[in-house]
């Protein structure tokens, strides 16, 4: 079973350029989230998503967009990318968002933004 | 604000036990989460606590009082893979994670 894949696994862009981080999940689970974790400090959300069709703004959703327009997948983009952006960004799924339903990660986006 | 309280690095023996603690402060509770996270890899969950007490998964153990706002995850017989960033998460009142920056755990030979 694949879990959860992440794409890219790395890359450098230029400041100024969009770029989407692509999220896809098999597990059929309703909730999907994104972080950054930055040196230092804990993991921090981005956006998230409770079901297909509705998305949430996390701690620090600025300069962030997704959609989830199915299930399954849950694309992070960056419209205009600053290299304060720079970090590894996961993504992730739940079953749901309470009970005891942890939260299982993709292998994660190393991004750099120069 | 909301603030989850790890120490930064430990240090321990093969076949030892380590202790290591989180507190928080957030606005509600809906669970507490370990996580370990070896380097450049994704985290993997460990454990889950919602009830005051101890949960026991083989060589893992976690422990929370919520009236104290603290917790910790007790690893016996430590092995060398274990060497690994510890990361604890408390479920806050809109049902999101709350993280620590994780603690550092170097298992010496």
């Known amino acids: 079973t694949a879990g959860i894949t992440q794409a890219p696994t790395s890359q450098i862009l230029a400041a100024g350029r969009s770029m989407t981080l692509r999220c896809t999940q098999d597990m059929r689970h309703n909730a999907m989230y994104w972080y950054r974790q930055d040196l230092g400090l804990g993991l921090r959300l981005i956006h998230y998503s409770n079901t297909a069709g509705t998305t949430g703004k996390g701690e620090v959703p600025d300069g962030y967009s997704v959609s989830r327009a199915n299930t399954d997948d849950f694309p992070l983009t960056l419209a205009s990318a600053v290299p304060s952006q720079t970090s590894v960004y996961f993504c992730a799924s739940s079953a749901a968002s309470g009970g005891y339903n942890e939260q299982f990660f993709g292998p994660g986006t190393r991004l750099t933004v120069l | 604000g909301q603030n989850i309280d790890q120490p930064t690095e430990m240090t321990a023996t093969e076949g030892a036990i380590v202790q290591i603690n989180c507190t928080y402060q957030t606005s509600g509770f809906n669970g507490l989460f370990w996580y370990q996270q070896h380097a450049g890899e994704a985290p993997t969950f460990l454990s889950y606590n919602v009830l005051d007490g101890l949960e026991e998964k083989g060589r893992f153990s976690s422990f929370l009082s919520r009236s104290k706002g603290y917790s910790y995850l007790l690893l016996k017989e430590l092995q060398m893979k274990d060497s690994a960033s510890y990361l604890c998460?408390?479920?806050?009142?809109?049902?999101?994670?709350?993280w620590g920056a994780g603690t550092k755990l170097i298992i010496k030979p």
């Open positions: 998460a408390v479920r806050d009142s809109n049902y999101q994670l709350i």
